[in-house]
């Protein structure tokens, strides 16, 4: 028996949410996820660089922009353990908006900490 795999799939509409709605996204997160696949939002977190703020922001704008996204895809995750609680805080944020899922990219391998802060690495 074939077990069943999530499709995933991340949608980036300008390095982020861009600053207004786009149609186009929104009719392309309806057919993904009226075909089973979850749809996270894209968000540059700049290896711990960029303001926790502004990477919740764009979080929010997602959310506000297309209610069916389903979680965040945090790219440019740093790995080194004093950027653990920058993570997450937003994290934290990211779960208390409902049954969402997180996944980061770190590019490269990261400390088991960080696994407890992350649906998917």
Avoid: C, W
Avoid at 80 to 107: A, T
């Amino acid at each position: 028996m074939r077990s069943q795999k999530e499709i995933i799939v991340i949608i980036n509409p300008d390095n982020g949410p861009g600053a207004t709605k786009y149609q186009e996204f929104e009719n392309i997160i309806n057919i993904y996820k009226a075909s089973g696949k979850r749809v996270l939002g894209y968000v540059k977190t700049d290896y711990a660089r960029r303001n926790p703020q502004e990477v919740i922001a764009d979080i929010q704008r997602y959310l506000d922009f297309y209610p069916q996204i389903k979680g965040s895809f945090l790219d440019e995750v740093s790995k080194k353990l004093k950027n653990f609680e920058y993570y997450r805080h937003i994290y934290d944020y990211v779960k208390k908006r409902g049954n969402f899922m997180v996944v980061i990219d770190p590019g490269t391998k990261m400390p088991q900490d960080y696994y407890s802060m992350a649906d998917r690495v």
